[in-house]
């Protein structure tokens, strides 16, 4: 059976931590008193970066992975930097394989196009087979 040790230390919220200790102790990383230091410099420097990231992402209208739009957009930042720097056999062959990025997303874009129409069109049909499943 599977040891359920958990952290002694208490959460913020004031609930007890659910995280398991380290291999031995009675906290988890976060929670150990040894670690205290080491866990104040990572919680400070995922707080810069999550911070970063929101800036960055503001800048430059990046809007996540998870959609074509998203990707395209994400794409398009690093192929204008690109052209922006001199020429060399280094940024051709990534302007070349961020091209070919690109025509992969037009693809995958259409599909998502046509499947939406398709799914349009046949409506509930297609909706009561796709959950039969
Ligand atoms: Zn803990």
Redesign the pocket.
């Known amino acids: 059976m599977l040891s359920a040790r958990t952290?002694r230390?208490i959460?913020q919220g004031g609930e007890r931590?659910s995280?398991p200790?380290l291999r031995e102790g009675d906290?988890?990383f976060?929670?150990d008193p040894e670690h205290q230091a080491e866990a104040a410099d990572a919680r400070r420097l995922g707080g810069l970066r999550r911070r970063r990231e929101g800036t960055l992402q503001g800048a430059y209208d990046l809007d996540g992975l998870d959609t074509v739009a998203g990707i395209r957009r994400l794409l398009e930042v690093a192929l204008v930097d690109l052209v922006g720097l001199e020429n060399s056999v280094a940024r051709s062959r990534a302007l070349i394989s961020g091209v070919l990025a690109a025509a992969k997303l037009l693809e995958v874009g259409e599909h998502e196009e046509r499947l939406a129409a398709i799914k349009a069109t046949l409506g509930p049909r297609f909706v009561k087979k796709d959950s039969r499943r």
């Open positions: 952290c230390g959460k931590c995280a200790p906290f988890c976060w929670h």
